[in-house]
């Protein structure tokens, strides 16, 4: 499965989220520190999902980029 991450910029680090797996987070020192705990948190999530007898959500969300004049 192929899931949309939102990656953010803090103060100290980063921080990532997956919208279509809500609570699935990871923060990191760098763009590809948090990808990789990102990647661990979703497998994890999943993990969590299939033991608890929970469906696990399709990944659903698109990520587009739009362009305006500042």
Not at 31 to 48: D, L
């Amino acid at each position: 499965m192929r899931y949309a991450i939102v990656v953010e910029k803090t103060d100290n680090n980063y921080s990532a989220y997956v919208p279509d797996l809500p609570g699935c987070v990871a923060t990191g020192h760098s763009i590809e520190e948090v990808e990789r705990e990102i990647r661990e948190a979703i497998e994890f999530h999943i993990e969590g999902l299939r033991e608890d007898g929970l469906p696990i959500p399709q990944p659903a969300s698109t990520v587009e980029y739009i362009e305006v004049e500042a």
